[in-house]
């Protein structure tokens, strides 16, 4: 006498697969939202950290210089001696940063000096690299009244 023996195949059925995956779906639409915002708000605190150090770096300048860098200069005299006029007096041979920051989308800082409304002026034109914007988009001067509480 054969003896067929059907034992059960280990494996999953396609709803179980299905509802796992269906799961898996909610939970990154739950999970997903807050992640992005706590990323977007760690590049906002980037920016303001990079803001601070770089006004700290303009301060000594100015100390060492009796002026700030020019618009034409830029932050670049930061880290190089600029070689065009007004050149610096007093210069310090190892400069005031060791790099100009990027910011947080990969572009470099704009700086005016004098700025519209104060000697100089920082900022940086958000995710998009556009002046104006919302949200990512936004851009953010060293001015802004959220920087000047962080």
């Known amino acids: 006498m054969n003896r067929n023996i059907q034992r059960g195949q280990g494996g999953f059925s396609l709803i179980e697969i299905m509802v796992v995956v269906i799961i898996i779906g909610l939970l ?12 977007d708000e760690a590049r906002i605190q980037k920016v303001h950290a990079d803001f601070k150090a770089i006004q700290t770096a303009l301060k ?4 060492d210089n009796y002026t ?6 830029g932050l670049e005299a930061l880290v190089n001696k600029p070689t065009m006029a007004p050149e610096p007096r007093n210069w310090k041979q190892s400069g005031y ?3 100009l920051p990027q910011d947080p989308w990969g572009s470099p800082y704009q700086y005016l000096s004098p700025g519209e409304t ?12 556009i002046s104006g914007g919302e949200d990512q988009n936004a851009d953010i001067s060293v001015w802004d009244e959220s920087a000047q509480g962080n």
């Open 68 to 73: 700030y860098p020019t618009t034409e200069q």
């Open 97 to 99: 940063l060791d790099e």
């Open 28 to 39: 990154a639409s739950i999970v997903a939202p807050a992640v992005l915002d706590r990323a």
């Open 118 to 129: 104060r000697e100089y002026d920082i900022y940086t034109l958000g995710a998009d690299g």
């Open 60 to 63: 000594l300048y100015r100390i």
